[in-house]
């Protein structure tokens, strides 16, 4: 036990001398600072992946796991962190000033991972249901992003090797959270002529009474005559609230009938605990990533 202890930690220290250069940083609204990191010699990884990141300039001995965003097509390596510790204030504050002062410092990444994750198996399942909160979307963006440059490639017209249909809903408070990956989904929108990805987007801090009544009516005014969504500026139309579960999940059991259709989940508990009973009664297999 102790030489196979030795050995782990060994191979463990080797993988995180993995030094990367930060290519870039952007504070986006929400709380939510975007990283773009060279990526390593030799490092491979599958859509939804995860990895630990240690900056020494915002911490020296730190080690922090994120969820990859970019897909594995792309040379560099992407994340979006959520300030919601110390560790990531900091980072917050670093890009932040950097950008007021109108000078990028130079920051050094060092990285330990892949480590696989629920999300990693997504291209695995014929038929599948993506829901994400909030930051929770980072796995799959990956995955969204990984079909997107399929299809610039031709791969079988963007469609990967098994998954024939899938479902993705994104929740979030605000419409500004929506900004973190407006231009995937709407590189989405133009090239998913195969119709694979079936998209909701839940608005769920939409306040209720004459506003949103308003709001509601000028979104649909909108919509049937054929312009973008008023609230993220997308062809996809934006549900004002949280969305009704036993309805929406019901109607995708009824559409693949006979087929296991696999429900990939990351964002908070609370969530999980109201979705995890209704797929079970539903017969679909639950998922969850914990962040």
């Keep these: 036990p102790l030489l196979g202890f030795g050995v782990e930690q060994i191979w463990r220290l080797s993988r995180r001398g993995a030094k990367a250069d930060v290519l870039g940083a952007q504070a986006l609204r929400s709380g939510v600072t975007r990283l773009e990191i060279d ?12 990895v630990f990141l240690r900056i020494p300039a915002i ?7 994120f969820t990859i965003s970019s897909a594995p097509e792309r040379d560099a390596l992407a994340f979006h962190v959520r300030s919601l510790g110390n560790w990531t204030a900091a980072l917050r504050r670093r890009v932040e000033h950097d950008e007021q002062q109108g000078a990028t410092s130079p920051l050094v990444a060092y990285v330990d991972g892949p480590y696989g994750s629920p999300s990693a198996h997504i291209f695995d399942s014929r038929y599948a249901v993506f829901i994400g909160a909030g930051i929770g979307v980072t796995p799959f963006a990956s995955v969204l992003e990984s079909i997107v440059m399929r299809g610039r490639r031709g791969d079988a017209g963007g469609r990967p090797s098994k998954l024939e249909r899938a479902h ?8 500004y959270s929506f900004e973190w990956f407006q231009a995937l989904l709407a590189e989405l929108e133009k090239r998913d002529t195969a119709m694979l990805l079936d998209v909701h987007l839940c608005m769920t801090g939409a306040r209720a009474g004459a506003t949103a ?7 649909d005014l909108m919509r049937t005559s054929g312009r973008s969504d008023i609230v993220t500026g997308l062809r996809t139309h934006t549900h004002l609230g949280a ?9 995708i059991r009824k559409e693949h009938t006979g087929a296991e259709v696999d429900v990939f989940f990351c964002g908070p508990p609370g969530l999980a605990k109201i979705l995890r009973p209704i797929c079970e009664r539903l017969g679909m297999p639950f998922r969850e990533e914990r962040f």
Aim: charged share 30%; hydrophobic share 35%.
């Design 213 to 219: 009544f308003g709001l509601e009516l000028a979104r």
């Design 243 to 251: 969305p009704d579960w036993e309805k929406m999940l019901g109607g």
């Design 59 to 65: 911490a020296k001995h730190e080690w922090h796991p």
């Design 168 to 175: 993705f809903f994104w929740l979030n408070r605000d419409q």
């Design 39 to 50: 990526r390593p010699k030799g490092f491979t990884h599958r859509a939804g992946d995860y």
